[in-house]
C-alpha cells in the first residue's frame, strides 16, 4: 500500500518533471506552477482542497499568501527550483507549527494544501 505523503511527493516531484528551459518562467504564475508541478494527480488534490473549503477560492489570494509566506525563504526571483525547495521548508514549519487541513481524511500543512490549490485553479480550462 503505498502512503498519502509518498503518493503527493511523488504528484509533486512528477510534475515538477515538466521540462521548462531556463528562463521559460517568466511570469509568476509559470515559475510557482513549474514549482508546484502542473500535474493531473496535483490538481486532484486542489480541487479536493478547494470543495473542502479549507483554502481561498481566490488564485491571486493564494499566490499572495503563498509568496508572503515565503518572502523570506525564496528569492523574489521567478525561479520554481528555490520556489520548491521554500516550499517544503514552508510545509515542515506548518506541521511544526500545527498549521495542518483535513482534507477527506488527509493531513495536509496548510501551505501545500494552498500550493495543490493555486495549481487546480490556474489549470487550463477543457
Known sequence: MI???YFLGGAVGLGSLAVLPAGAATRPRDAWL???GD???VRSVGAACLRCGVVEAD???LLRSLMTALATLAP???D???????LGALRRSDFAAGEVVNV???ILARSEARAYAFA???APLA
Open 76 to 78: 523574489q526571483e521567478a
Open 39 to 41: 500535474s493531473p494527480a
Open 34 to 36: 513549474a514549482a508546484i
Open 104 to 106: 477527506d481524511g488527509w
Open 120 to 122: 487546480a485553479l490556474s
Open 59 to 61: 488564485r491571486q489570494v
Open 80 to 86: 520554481p527550483a528555490a520556489i520548491r525547495a521554500a
Open 3 to 5: 502512503s498519502r505523503r
